[in-house]
């Protein structure tokens, strides 16, 4: 056998075994999560939208400064919207982005006044004015959110509370667990996003509201 | 004087040690990938760094085989020899021999964190760093036995 032939078989047989060890991976990838950490996926008093009632949830880790998160935005909304009383969506939160941290805790604490989807509304429209180079930039966030009708004072009291620090700390542990290593994370019913896409996102959703309705 | 046919043995078995080589970078290069992009491993500094060092061979060695140009050693060994430093000292680290706060690593990617374990020793920065000394040590007989050949 001559050289050229060689190193084209051997290529070839590196290219194959690394696509069947991909295929192989991908199958081998549980569909559900595992019971015992399904707990980690909702905590009461998480911000939701949809009806109460809605047999369908989708639980969506995110970070108020990621592009990603915000181009998801109108979409996850028209998913709530198009299956009116059927799906609703719990929004979990995960700073990855540096100086997120703070901004979250902004978020909850307008989330105490009942102004968490306005406020989160507001950040992705306008997060070319406080992410600068993937940097979170809080005061310039806490300046946007603001501008929303709501008290200030307690605004400011809240975001720095204790009380607020925890529940963003359940959170980014609970992100831990079900091993959110990127933003926008999707479950829905308990089941990843495995292979992440917008049409992926409405298949889950299309198969789960199948299952219970 | 050498007759043709053992100049042709000795050039082969040079070329088949840079052969391996290249084996041995693609098979690195592809598991690494692996780890990180379909296991979603998250990639720390150091690691960027040695595949810094791993990545262009890839593309270089096989520019060497055809056709045979002994040269490469030459070009490779400076990445080899970067790559098995900082190999050794992530191994060092991840050994805690090296204390955390002597590392360059930031924005929650630690790279004393471990991920995977084979065999009870053979975690990412370990092969990372067999890769590089046997890249070495293939480099190094690719050159002695050319070496030979024209002596």
Redesign the interface.
């Known amino acids: 056998m001559n050289?050229?032939t060689?190193?084209i078989g051997?290529?070839a047989f590196?290219g194959i075994i690394?696509i069947a060890?991909?295929g192989m991976?991908?199958s081998q990838q549980p569909s559900k999560i595992a019971t015992e950490i399904l707990p980690a996926l909702e905590r009461i008093n998480a911000p939701a939208k949809g009806g109460k009632q809605a047999k369908v949830t989708i639980v969506e880790f995110f970070d108020p400064a990621c592009g990603t998160c915000s181009q998801f935005y109108p979409l996850v909304n028209n998913l709530v919207k198009k299956y009116q009383g059927k799906v609703r969506v719990v929004m979990r939160y995960a700073p990855?982005h540096?100086g997120s941290e703070d901004v979250v805790k902004m978020l909850e604490a307008a989330h105490i006044q009942g102004k968490f989807w306005p406020a989160v509304k507001l950040l992705f429209a306008n997060q070319q004015r406080w992410v600068e180079h993937h940097v979170s930039q809080p005061s310039k966030a806490l300046a946007g959110i603001k501008t929303l009708p709501l008290d200030h004072d307690q605004l400011d009291r809240d975001w720095q509370s204790s009380k607020v620090a925890q529940i963003i700390a359940q959170d980014v542990q609970d992100g831990q667990t079900l091993k959110v290593?990127?933003t926008p994370q999707f479950f829905v019913n308990g089941k990843p996003l495995v292979v992440f896409g917008y049409e992926e996102l409405v298949n889950l959703v299309e198969e789960a509201v199948a299952e219970v309705y | 004087m050498k007759d043709k046919s053992t100049l042709v043995t000795e050039q082969n078995n040079s070329w088949n040690l840079l052969f391996l080589a290249w084996i041995l970078v693609t098979s690195g290069t592809l598991i690494s990938l692996f780890f990180s992009e379909i296991v979603k491993l998250p990639v720390c500094v150091l690691c960027w760094y040695q595949r810094i060092a791993l990545y262009p061979l890839v593309i270089m060695l096989p520019f060497a085989l055809f056709p045979f140009d002994v040269n490469v050693i030459r070009y490779a060994t400076p990445l080899v020899i970067f790559g098995w430093f900082v190999a050794l000292f992530h191994v060092l680290v991840v050994a805690k021999i090296i204390p955390e706060a002597a590392q360059p690593c930031v924005q929650g990617i630690p790279c004393s964190e471990i991920h995977f374990n084979l065999f009870g020793f053979l975690n990412i920065p370990v092969m990372s760093l067999l890769t590089f000394s046997l890249l070495g040590l293939l480099l190094f007989l690719a050159k002695k036995s050319f070496n030979k050949l024209n002596t």
């Open positions: 050289n050229k060689l190193f051997v290529t590196i690394f060890a991909v991976y991908k990855l540096q290593r990127a």
